[in-house]
């Protein structure tokens, strides 16, 4: 059982100082450049004025283990971004909250008038990919250029609403 609670600013900055090295090194390519996790902290604080998500998933015991947002980025479209401590360690509370995005998306995007949720992970990651399935989403296509010298590649995936889907 995981449990999802408010964003805290120093739970969120216990989470970014143990990430786990892929999520670290994805968030590093997605950036551009090389980051503490005070930077990376800076700039997850500031996208909290604009989330329209933003938490904390906790384990059963009450350990902090994932920060969650989604902001949107067109009507109707949003972007989220997980990031978390050891994917090893917390495999399972990982797993369980895959789980719970794919049964909770609906209800909550049709909510939120969202019809359409992307997110991208570095290629090389060896569990996002799986993980972003695991909620729901479906892969989109490979998309090259990020990183400091524009060589790293990452996933776009994306949750679609089943009822909202039109094709021109």
């Given at each position: 059982?995981?449990?999802?609670?408010?964003?805290?600013?120093h739970a969120a900055l216990d989470i970014l100082r143990a990430l786990?090295?892929?999520?670290?090194?994805?968030?590093?390519?997605?950036?551009?450049?090389e980051a503490?996790?005070?930077?990376?902290?800076?700039?997850?604080?500031?996208?909290?004025?604009?989330?329209v998500v933003s938490h904390l998933?906790?384990?059963?015991?009450?350990?902090?283990?994932?920060?969650?947002?989604?902001?949107l980025t067109a009507r109707g479209v949003a972007q989220a971004a997980l990031l978390s401590r050891s994917h090893d360690k917390f495999r399972m509370?990982?797993?369980?909250?895959?789980v719970e995005i794919r049964r909770r998306l609906p209800g909550w995007?049709?909510?939120?008038?969202?019809?359409?949720?992307?997110?991208?992970?570095?290629?090389?990651h060896p569990t996002a990919p799986g993980f972003l399935r695991a909620c729901g989403f479906r892969f989109e296509a490979e998309t090259p250029g990020y990183g400091p010298d524009?060589?790293?590649?990452?996933?776009?995936?994306?949750?679609?609403?089943?009822?909202?889907?039109e094709h021109v």
């Amino acid at each position: 059982m995981i449990h999802t609670g408010p964003y805290e600013d120093h739970a969120a900055l216990d989470i970014l100082r143990a990430l786990d090295p892929s999520d670290y090194r994805e968030a590093v390519l997605a950036r551009g450049a090389e980051a503490s996790h005070l930077a990376l902290f800076a700039e997850w604080r500031a996208a909290q004025a604009v989330g329209v998500v933003s938490h904390l998933l906790h384990t059963a015991t009450g350990r902090p283990f994932a920060l969650l947002t989604v902001v949107l980025t067109a009507r109707g479209v949003a972007q989220a971004a997980l990031l978390s401590r050891s994917h090893d360690k917390f495999r399972m509370p990982l797993a369980r909250a895959a789980v719970e995005i794919r049964r909770r998306l609906p209800g909550w995007a049709s909510g939120a008038g969202i019809h359409r949720l992307e997110a991208r992970c570095w290629a090389d990651h060896p569990t996002a990919p799986g993980f972003l399935r695991a909620c729901g989403f479906r892969f989109e296509a490979e998309t090259p250029g990020y990183g400091p010298d524009g060589r790293a590649v990452f996933l776009q995936f994306a949750w679609i609403h089943e009822g909202g889907t039109e094709h021109v």
